[in-house]
């Protein structure tokens, strides 16, 4: 059974970092892409960013340069560094786990709060 969990969220000012987490079982981790994506309240669920087997990663215009995907394979893990935090980066985020363009699993969430 493929399960993700991920943790990490909170309540942060603005210009503030969080480290978001997302723990995988069920699945060879080292074999899927990991992708991390976010939904704010009424908008759609978007994609912030996303980490290959390869190791190569690609992020959302809107997070380059303040967002960094990195995955630990022992530890079957992805995680999200955002720093440089703005209000309109509250969410909830979401991982999941890709291979050959089809998305097998999605985590539950967890919630993201920029504000003073």
């Known amino acids: 059974q493929v399960q993700l969990v991920e943790s990490g969220g909170g309540l942060v000012q603005p210009g503030g970092s969080l480290r978001l987490s997302c723990a995988a079982s069920g699945i060879i981790f080292s074999t899927y892409n990991m992708g991390w994506y976010r939904q704010a309240p009424g908008k759609q669920r978007e994609l912030v960013g996303a980490?290959?087997?390869?190791?190569?990663?690609n992020y959302a215009d809107s997070v380059k340069g303040r967002f960094t995907i990195s995955r630990d394979n022992a530890k079957n893990t992805v995680y999200l560094q955002m720093n440089s935090l703005k209000p309109e980066d509250t969410a909830v985020y979401y991982c999941n786990a890709e291979v050959a363009g089809t998305i097998i699993s999605w985590g539950q969430g967890t919630q993201v709060t920029v504000s003073s």
């Open positions: 980490i290959h087997s390869s190791g190569s990663r």
